[in-house]
């Protein structure tokens, strides 16, 4: 079992950053691939970025390529979302996801793969 915690989300103005934090409970972080996704009011969640194990494998959704930057520290069982150049398209409700993968370059870009997620951080960009 696996508890992840968004935490970073707030109210910006076009063209501003934010880093968003995942923390997660438990002793085996480093056997999950993780992913951050969205969903903006009626429309349906959306993958962002992936992370592989160990991190040396990402993946971005063209939405996010270029403005923003996945990564995570292992040691201290925490996936980061770095968002720059911020759009108002950008506003969504923003989690975070835990994959159990045996491949360890394995990225998945479907939510359905993924077996445990977070309550989600807000984020709304203003223009």
């Known amino acids: 079992q696996v508890q992840l915690v968004e935490s970073g989300g707030g109210s910006v103005q076009a063209g501003d950053s934010l880093r968003l934090s995942c923390a997660a409970s438990g002793r085996t972080f480093s056997s999950y691939a993780m992913g951050w996704f969205r969903q903006a009011p009626g429309k349906e969640r959306e993958f962002v970025a992936g992370i592989s194990r160990s991190g040396g494998n990402t993946y971005y959704a063209d939405s996010g390529k270029g403005r923003f930057t996945i990564s995570r520290d292992n040691a201290k069982n925490t996936v980061y979302l770095q968002m720059s150049s911020l759009k108002p398209e950008d506003t969504a409700i923003y989690y975070c996801?835990?994959?159990?993968?045996?491949?360890?370059?394995?990225?998945?870009?479907?939510?359905?793969?993924?077996?445990?997620w977070g309550q989600g951080t807000q984020v709304t960009v203003s223009s």
């Open positions: 996801a835990a994959d159990f993968v045996y491949n360890s370059r394995k990225i998945a870009a479907m939510s359905s793969e993924y077996d445990y």
